[in-house]
């Protein structure tokens, strides 16, 4: 156990990566079951993500999958990271959270997002426009205004059962969204723990502007990346390959793509390019054995202060990917790591 580690509370987030022979109905149903799985092992909170027509990732609509996972588990607080507010209007937002909230009340947050989506195509089939991006401030103050009934936008026109009822929002950001969230006095998620320098200075610029808020008194810095705990150094860095290839694949060809095992992978012949992506992606992350990681992470915890580590490791073997999570709860001390 890592005392320094065991001071920043130790969340996951699951993006639903489908996998070569398993389609995206069971990677949806594989992501309930890891929740259930992490709950068990005292994990903080729980995070599912929001991306559209890609072909590697099942997980298009967060705050139904989210619906399914709190109602599979009973402590650990579930949420999204994030919803990309752009994408929708805030009121549908709220409303949404606000049902969330009333089903399972005291467990979910509101991890919120500014991206839009990343190719013309879609951008068209959700309605929206990069520069629906450019206002994120105004669409987030119209939102947390959904909830207080403060928002003004729309007179007389009240998001039910979202008014009233608190649930904690968290701005996932890197540099200018760090700016937003310190005005707004949220709580902060930044990656990628691979871009150390910019995320710390990021973090620092966060705190110096952050001003304290209805949401939050004071600043709250989740840091997050790739974790990854094995028996040995090879046995992380092979939970590493399928997600680096599917970077590489994205690269190169413009899709991202499911993952696939590490032994498939091994026979690929790759292009220089292809390969060069590759071997980046396999970079930087926090993995190795448990006394490499430990060592790795109590850094990286330190340079940061960081008040949460949100671990946002994918991989093909599922039962891989979950004895590192046991591992990553054993270093942190989890209550119910041992068990």
């Known amino acids: 156990m890592s005392s320094v580690i065991a001071s920043a509370r130790l969340s996951v987030l699951d993006r639903s990566r489908t996998r070569e022979g398993h389609e995206g109905p069971e990677a ?7 929740a259930q799985e992490l709950e068990a092992l005292g994990y903080h909170r729980f995070w599912v993500s929001e991306h559209h027509s890609v072909p590697g990732v099942a997980g298009s609509a967060p705050t139904v999958l989210a619906s399914a996972v709190a109602a599979a588990t009973s402590t650990i607080r579930v949420g999204t990271g994030g919803v990309m507010l752009p994408n929708h209007q805030p009121l549908v937002v709220a409303e949404q959270f606000g049902v969330l909230e009333s089903l399972f009340p005291g467990r979910i947050d509101m991890g919120l997002g500014r991206s839009v989506g990343f190719t013309d195509g879609i ?29 003004t936008a729309h007179p007389q026109v009240h998001a039910r059962p979202a008014e009233g009822l608190r649930v904690p929002p968290y701005l996932l950001a890197t540099g200018e969204g760090a700016k937003i969230a310190a005005e707004a006095g949220l709580p902060l998620v930044i990656g990628d723990i691979r871009g150390r320098d910019r995320m710390l200075t990021a973090v620092d ?28 150094e090879e046995e992380a860095r092979r939970l590493l390959m399928p997600e680096a290839w599917s970077l590489s694949y994205s690269r190169t060809h413009g899709v991202f793509p499911p993952l ?14 292809q390969r060069e992506f590759y071997e980046s992606g396999l970079t930087g992350h926090i993995a190795g054995t448990e006394q490499q990681v430990t060592e790795a992470l109590e850094a990286v915890v330190k340079d940061s202060a960081a008040d949460e580590v949100l671990v946002t490791t994918s991989t093909y073997d599922r039962e891989a990917l ?8 054993r270093i942190a001390g989890l209550t119910s790591a041992d068990a």
């Open 260 to 273: 696939v095992p590490p032994e498939r992978i091994e026979e690929l012949t790759m292009t220089a390019k």
């Open 205 to 232: 610029r966060y705190r110096q502007d952050f001003r304290p808020s209805a949401w939050s008194e004071r600043p709250y810095v989740v840091i997050a990346g790739t974790v990854a705990v094995a028996a040995t």
């Open 123 to 151: 951008r068209r089939a959700l309605g929206r426009d990069k520069k629906d991006a450019e206002d994120f401030a105004g669409q987030l103050e119209e939102l947390l205004g959904w909830f207080t009934g403060e928002q």
């Open 28 to 34: 949806l149903r594989d992501t309930v079951r890891l």
């Open 322 to 329: 979950l004895d590192s999570f046991r591992r990553l709860a």
